[in-house]
């Protein structure tokens, strides 16, 4: 999905513009008269499922995007740092997660990140440095 849609423009965008959802229905639906009780049910819960799970999978995005965002003021924005700072866009996802991880634990000594990192749990941290790996740098 494009970048910077709000969200009602990225549902506009999957139902209507390019449609993977729309050509699924498309494609799998029947002749409403040869359709069947039990045909019918199965397709309204297969159409039911996907949009629960593109819904979900937003909502996901959404989450991990407001995390990252608590580092935007010394990282940047998505990462992408001003000449200085750490920038932490488009770099390998385990080694950020290492790094995070070893300022949680208090291995690697800091002056600020030991702090923020206990803030989310391992998990959390996972699907942070996850974002940042995927951002352009
Ligand atoms: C208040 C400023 C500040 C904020 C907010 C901040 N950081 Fe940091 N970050 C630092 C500083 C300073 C360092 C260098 C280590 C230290 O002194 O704490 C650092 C280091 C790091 C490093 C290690 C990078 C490297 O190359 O060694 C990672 C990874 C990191 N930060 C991730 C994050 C994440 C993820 C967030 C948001 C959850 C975040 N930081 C929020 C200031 C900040």
Not at 3 to 15: M, N, V
Not at 37 to 50: E, I
Not at 72 to 95: Q, V, W
Request: hydrophobic share 40%; proline share 5%.
């Amino acid at each position: 999905m494009p970048e910077g849609r709000t969200a009602p423009q990225a549902y506009r965008y999957l139902f209507f513009e390019e449609g993977p959802l729309l050509q699924f229905w498309v494609r799998f639906h029947p002749n409403p008269q040869s359709e069947t009780t039990m045909q019918r049910t199965t397709r309204w819960l297969a159409a039911a499922t996907l949009l629960a799970l593109s819904a979900g999978a937003h909502a996901q995005v959404n989450q991990v995007r407001v995390w990252a965002a608590a580092c935007a003021n010394c990282h940047g924005t998505d990462g992408r740092a001003e000449p200085g700072m750490i920038g932490l866009a488009g770099r390998n996802k385990d080694e950020l997660l290492q790094q995070l991880l070893a300022f949680k634990n208090g291995q690697r000594p800091a002056t600020i990140m030991h702090q923020l990192s206990k803030g989310y749990s391992d998990e959390q941290l996972a699907q942070i440095a996850a974002y940042f790996a995927a951002q352009k740098k």
